[in-house]
């Protein structure tokens, strides 16, 4: 008896943590309150994930455009020719802001070879601003603010997490994708192996 009691117990606890791991993990859910000081408290994000697409299963070429967080131009169509890295972000996430000195590391390793755009469609610029001068982020983000970036993405690949990072290839197509915090051989392997079809 007691044991049976215990067995529905724990399938409750399991059902409702799964059911909260989901939710984390939509698109739709509203961030969880973070301490910035953990990088772990509060937040469920993907699994990490990883798809790579050969360049005959791809889409068309992600149209994305608009202001930077500093109100300057930014469109993927000026760095046609060039492998991009689209990175997913808000400040208030805590593996966004554990991927991100990884992110840092790789785009100074690419420099000249590699272009990366970071999209941040919750936070307002003085926000987004804050991080990117905190991690010294070498590379502009558009603020997203109608989710436009993540609309044209998920016509091509589910983004179901944030972070998300997306490696486009030289056409501007989907080549790659990780679901959650990108861990940096993982990346850099991911975007070498697109450099290298070219």
């Known amino acids: 008896m007691m044991n049976e009691r215990i067995r529905r117990i724990l399938t409750v606890a399991a059902t409702a943590f799964?059911?909260?791991?989901?939710?984390?993990?939509?698109?739709?859910?509203?961030?969880?309150p973070t301490s910035t000081n953990d990088t772990d408290s509060g937040y469920v994000s993907g699994d990490g994930s990883v798809q790579q697409w050969s360049p005959e299963e791809r889409?068309?070429?992600?149209?994305?455009?608009?202001?930077s967080m500093t109100g300057?131009?930014?469109?993927?169509?000026?760095?046609?020719?060039?492998?991009?890295?689209?990175?997913?972000w808000y400040a208030e996430c805590p593996p966004c802001r554990k991927e991100a000195p990884d992110l840092v590391a790789l785009a100074k390793e690419f420099e000249g070879e590699v272009q990366f755009m970071g999209v941040n469609h919750i936070n307002e610029p003085e926000t987004a601003l804050a991080f990117e001068r905190r991690f010294e982020l070498p590379?502009?983000?558009?603020?997203?603010?109608d989710a436009a970036?993540?609309?044209?993405?998920?016509?091509v690949v589910p983004l179901q997490a944030m972070p998300?990072?997306?490696?486009?290839?030289?056409?501007g197509r989907v080549a790659a994708r990780i679901l959650g915090l990108a861990e940096k051989a993982t990346l850099k392997a991911l975007i070498t192996d697109t450099l290298a079809e070219s």
């Open 59 to 67: 889409e068309e070429p992600v149209e994305l455009a608009g202001e």
């Open 72 to 88: 300057d131009p930014l469109d993927l169509e000026d760095w046609r020719g060039s492998v991009v890295v689209v990175n997913f």
């Open 164 to 171: 998300s990072t997306v490696v486009l290839d030289a056409e």
């Open 18 to 32: 799964a059911a909260l791991g989901l939710a984390a993990c939509t698109g739709t859910a509203t961030p969880a």
């Open 139 to 145: 590379y502009p983000s558009l603020h997203d603010k």
């Open 149 to 155: 970036g993540v609309a044209s993405m998920q016509n």
